[in-house]
């Protein structure tokens, strides 16, 4: 799922599971500070992932940051029992975006090149 308004992106730990970031093997996991549990709207544990490399079809996004967490937001949308992710749009940096409602497609172009001169 694409979040256009999302500041991070956001993992379950059932994604982060298959991702091979398995919660059973972190000490010490910690619940998230009061200002991310506001936002998150969980007290469980929350990770921060650096050096994630994300793959949608033709794209690819390397050493990308990724909070795991279960949020309710997962939940909400019905996501909470299924891996899932929340991509912000700090992934789309330069590349340009065009939503076709109808067809239900989403298109991300290729990354705008500075002009040379």
């Known amino acids: 799922l694409f979040d256009l308004g999302a500041g991070f992106s956001l993992i ?34 929350v990770m921060k992932l650096l050096g994630v490399n994300i793959a949608l079809d033709r794209l690819n996004w390397d050493k990308q940051a990724v909070v795991v967490a279960n949020s309710d937001v997962f939940s909400r949308i019905n996501l909470d029992g299924q891996p899932a992710a929340i991509l912000g749009a700090g992934l789309l940096q330069n590349n340009s975006l065009a939503i076709d409602f109808a067809g239900h497609r989403l298109y991300i172009g290729p990354p705008e090149m500075p002009a040379k001169g």
Do not use: C, S, Y
């Open 12 to 45: 379950n730990w059932a994604a982060a599971e298959q991702l091979g970031v398995h919660r059973a093997n972190i000490p010490k996991l910690q619940p998230p500070p009061a200002f991310l549990r506001d936002m998150l709207g969980t007290d469980e544990p």
